[in-house]
């Protein structure tokens, strides 16, 4: 099973950040107290530090015509990772940022996959589905 958390509501160009891009546009907004902006710079330096981030070993796996969509997901086991994403979630609805907490098992083609993550290009055309529909 994977988990992506995101936004409820897409972005100006269509598409659905996920909960750090979010947080770290509160950031930029200048719309965090000093506190919550410090503990942001605090958590992500910890990330930083402790996880991969895809693009810097799978440079194309977020290129928008190569893997059109390409989204990270955090693996069920990544306990410590998902831990760290709910408490944004938290700091998010404290400024009433609407997201959502998607759950799957197969989140699309994986273009990068490490211990506690994979990145995948979603499902989009009827060949890519899994499950098909037989004739009786």
């Known amino acids: 099973m994977f988990t992506r958390f995101q936004s409820a509501v897409p972005n100006r ?3 659905f950040p ?3 891009a ?5 950031r930029d907004s200048g719309l965090l107290s000093m506190t919550d902006a410090a503990w942001v710079r605090t958590q992500n330096a910890y990330a930083e530090r402790t996880y991969t981030d895809p693009s810097t070993v799978a440079a194309a796996c977020y290129d928008a015509s190569l893997n ?3 989204r990270s ?3 069920d086991d990544a306990t410590e990772l998902l831990q760290m994403a709910r408490l944004y979630t938290r700091l998010l609805d404290r400024h009433d940022v609407p997201w959502i907490e998607l759950c799957m098992s197969d989140p699309g083609r994986t273009v990068y996959e490490d211990a506690v993550q994979v990145v995948a290009v979603p499902y989009t055309f009827e060949e890519h589905w899994p499950l098909r529909e037989t004739s009786d």
């Open 13 to 15: 160009r269509g598409s």
């Open 18 to 20: 996920g909960i750090f």
């Open 22 to 26: 979010m947080t770290n546009g509160l």
């Open 68 to 70: 059109p969509g390409a």
């Open 73 to 75: 997901w955090f693996k």
